[in-house]
């Protein structure tokens, strides 16, 4: 064999056990693991990083609400006369912890507890009543009534409170107690005997107030948000003049957009209240409208845009303009409590196609959760004249009208003031002669 196929043969053998060793190196190392699902790997060059993406596995979807578990369910009294206060209370609770999204239906009442009343039917038997409580979902459990006695019972006497929300309020209530006599089949008698000296008012939020109206308005705006629903239990102490004392309740659920923007939207909410309620024209033809921003939060709020839209007498809206916000809200940070004062100003006569000016308010909390409000400024109706209005057909309405007109001494009255009117007494006695009114006694 010549030198130089023994130099080629001993290459080649060498190249082969080169080969199987590295071989046997592969087969002894471990793989190397998969990236995690939550890593990202980019390259430390000044080029453009390369992003690693690795599908996450599928999340497990989310378990269902729970329904609630009824507790008790409480009455106040075994025996009632027919229309008759009967206080119900019901406890629950969630076993997945949604207590905060708890709300209740006794009867066709809605809150716990709850002033029932009840009534015989033609048999004398009692109106059935059912307990309903629904928590996250409105997922529900429902259970019976406990059972108590109801009776006919001559010439009772009871109070009975009214509520009504003042219009564009966003939780101002006024309440109306009034004093009424059952006769054996629970149906309102009429006047009682009794005389009222004195109301004293515990509106369920810590507040209390006495008068000698049995109107009064109170305002829940600043009550804590922190559930779904407040219940609120309004009572009312009536004092007659034989000091005699009779007491009415009234349930009031409250729905708390607050608590339910933030837990199902994650969105910190703004409220506005307007000072006057309604829009103000002055003799210049211009609408001073005073704005308190504020929300529920305990900690300072900042602003970061306010977008406005004008709305025009024809129904057409502008672009939407982005102003400082210092210009419109006098501050970008809005505090706890009392929140942000400001006024704006629509002048009619320089913008005579403007109806109104819609606020849209953007901003975050601390920890970076979404802050979104709205309001609007606008011009009021224009008033009836002579040449343009709306006749009233109505007789009882217009003896209304002429009354509380003499009344308020004023040449234009709302439905807001006739209702006031009304609630107080001073159309009692109203006396009509061809569609004109008397003043009543």
């Known amino acids: 064999m010549s030198e130089r196929r023994k130099r080629a043969w001993k290459a080649a053998a060498l190249a082969a056990v080169l080969l199987l060793a590295t071989c046997a190196i592969l087969r002894t190392r471990r793989p190397a693991p998969l990236p995690s699902p939550t890593v990202q790997a980019t390259a430390a060059t000044d080029s453009p990083a390369r ?15 729970q329904p609630p578990v009824i507790d008790s369910i409480t009455v106040e009294k075994d025996e009632v006369c027919e229309g008759e206060e009967n206080l119900v209370t019901v406890r629950a609770h969630t076993s997945d912890g949604n207590d905060a999204f708890l709300h209740y239906q006794v009867g066709s009442t809605r809150g716990s507890p709850v002033a029932l009343r009840s009534y015989l039917d033609d048999r004398g038997k009692p109106t059935f009543q059912r307990v309903t409580v629904f928590g996250k979902n409105n997922v529900a459990t429902s259970a019976e009534m406990p059972s108590f006695r109801v009776k006919r019972c001559a010439d009772a006497v009871t109070v009975v409170i009214e509520h009504r929300l003042r219009p564009n309020t966003v939780a101002e209530f006024e309440f109306d107690a009034r004093i009424i006599r059952m006769d054996s089949h629970g149906s309102d008698a009429g006047a009682p005997s009794f005389r009222p000296r004195k109301f004293v008012w515990s509106f369920g939020d810590g507040a209390q107030e006495e008068s000698q109206e049995p109107q009064r308005t109170h305002d829940f705006a600043a009550r804590s948000q922190d ?80 977008s406005v839209t004008t709305r025009r007498v024809d129904g057409q809206r502008s672009p939407p303009e ?12 809005i505090p706890p409590g009392r929140g942000l004062d400001f006024h704006l100003a629509l002048d009619t006569r320089a913008e005579p196609d403007t109806l109104s000016r819609d606020y849209y308010v953007e901003g975050h909390t601390a920890d970076g959760h979404p802050v979104r409000g709205t309001f609007s400024v606008m011009r009021p109706p224009a008033l009836p004249s002579k040449d343009r209005h709306e006749p009233i057909r109505d007789p009882v309405l217009l003896a209304k009208v002429k009354v509380a007109r003499e009344v308020l001494h004023r040449d234009y009255v709302t439905d807001e003031d006739i209702w006031t009117l009304e609630r107080a007494g001073k159309f009692d006695g109203l006396k009509l002669d061809a569609g004109t009114a008397a003043p009543p006694p």
Not at 233 to 244: E, F, P, Q, S, T
Not at 253 to 277: D, H, S, T
């Open 227 to 306: 559930t779904l629903y407040s219940h609120l239990l309004v009572k009312v102490k009536v004092i007659g003049d034989d000091a005699r004392e009779l007491e009415g309740r009234d349930a009031l659920e409250l729905l708390n957009p607050a608590f339910e923007a933030y837990a199902y939207k994650g969105i910190v909410l703004l409220f506005a209240e307007l000072e006057p309620r309604f829009p103000v024209l002055s003799p210049g033809g211009v609408v001073d409208q005073g704005v308190r921003l504020w929300h529920t939060r305990p900690e300072v709020l900042s602003i970061g845009k306010v």
């Open 322 to 333: 982005y102003p400082p916000v210092g210009s419109v809200l006098g501050s970008a940070l």
């Open 51 to 65: 992003e690693t993406r690795v599908q996450s596995p599928p999340q497990r979807p989310a378990e269902p609400p």
